[in-house]
């Protein structure tokens, strides 16, 4: 079962980081981007009001939240934060982006939440995301959006894939990793607890004789 308490720090969490990281970018990083600066500044702009909203909205939900839509809640809490580190790659310049080290958070995220296995899923989501958005701006299919081609051309075809396959090998060993640390947490976590009940049991035997 997660635990409301969980899913309430994240989402406070993420609401500092969001303010401290994207407010910056805005002012003072939006002049290297690929894409125009003032489309990026608006992009930016309208993405920081929509985590603060959505953030916002999860936290009202979350204090009459049942165990069932906590866990829904703390899935969403994940697919937007995957949502939000991928249009930030895209607003920085895809391929020359430095941002891509986000998905780490998301993948170590789902496993403090939620479990191991959900840690495996947002790797590959990652993977795929992250795949799709060099690939795409490759293959110019990125034009509309106004993330330029040529950074990605320039490179090459194998220097992509090689992109690629180093993300996709690190954002696997994250989920690995952080998956172990998170489950071990939780044995802990349950032990103290049943620690914690056998001395309530015992001092209520003592206070008994």
Known sequence: MIEKKKVFWFIL???????????????LDVHTYDVSGEVAGKVLLRLIGATYLFSLLSLV??????????????????VWDLILV???ILVSGGVTS?????????????SALLSRSQA???ASLCVILYG?????????????????????????AGYVFYLIFLH??????????????????????????????????????????
């Open 13 to 27: 969490l993420r609401l500092l980081v969001v303010t401290l990281f994207l407010v910056t970018t805005v002012y």
């Open 61 to 78: 939900a979350l204090r009459p939240a049942t165990p069932r839509h906590v866990r829904t809640l703390a899935y969403l809490q994940i």
């Open 86 to 88: 991928t249009v930030l």
């Open 98 to 110: 430095h941002y891509a080290f986000l998905y780490f958070l998301s993948i170590i995220s789902a």
């Open 120 to 122: 495996y899923y947002t």
């Open 132 to 156: 799709a958005i060099l690939d795409f701006q490759y293959y110019d299919k990125l034009a509309p959006l106004g993330l330029d081609a040529a950074p990605a051309q320039q490179w090459g």
């Open 168 to 209: 996709g090998a690190s954002f696997f060993l994250t989920a690995v990793l952080a998956g172990h640390m998170a489950e071990r947490a939780r044995v802990s976590e349950t032990a103290l607890k049943e620690k914690a009940i056998d001395y309530e049991e015992l001092e209520r035997l003592n206070s008994s004789i």
